[in-house]
């Protein structure tokens, strides 16, 4: 498995639906493709934990750009969050790991579109990949898009 990431968020503020609507209509506005299956993913004792989208470059066939994401239960456990302190967040504030995207090799430019997109409307949230120390706010999206693009930047700690 890849380097997978995250979109952070206040844990009192996480719905499924919402998660599920915005990143609808982030997708649209990153002009991607969207395919919702409704396929659920559950626990062993029946309770419902995630489902998942596929979001591709329009040309997919050609440029085989797309990732998988991830929307997760309300109360799933594996959206509990506990490294603020390890990237720089507020510790008091209790937030929730949820939208994993499987992998971000390869698809680092239609990401973007669709982070900027959901960050957009959710100015709060964060965009995090997993295992770097930093994460990326509404703010350094807009920054990123003013200048011209890197293919690096999920790699890249934004504030330098």
């Known amino acids: 498995m890849g380097t997978p990431a995250y979109i952070l968020m ?9 998660l599920l609507a915005d990143s609808i209509v982030a997708a649209f506005y990153a002009d991607a493709m969207l395919n919702f299956h409704n396929s659920k993913n559950y626990s062993m004792d029946g309770r419902f934990l995630s489902t998942t989208l596929n979001i591709s470059h329009k040309l997919v066939r050609k440029n085989g750009c797309s990732f ?13 969050f506990y490294y603020n302190e390890d990237i720089g967040l507020d510790q008091s504030r ?6 994993c995207i499987e992998e971000i090799y390869g698809a680092q430019e239609l990401i973007f579109c669709f982070i900027y997109e959901y960050l957009k409307l ?6 995090w990949v997993a295992d770097y120390d930093w994460v990326y706010s509404w703010e350094d ?9 890197d293919p690096d930047w999920c790699y890249k700690n934004p504030k330098n």
Do not use: R, W
């Open 141 to 149: 999206m807009q920054k990123l898009k003013s200048l011209p693009y």
């Open 122 to 127: 959710n100015p709060d949230d964060y965009f």
């Open 94 to 99: 209790k937030l929730c790991k949820v939208g």
């Open 10 to 18: 206040d844990h009192k503020k996480y719905t499924t639906e919402k």
């Open 68 to 80: 998988i994401y991830y929307v997760d239960a309300t109360d799933n456990p594996s959206i509990e």
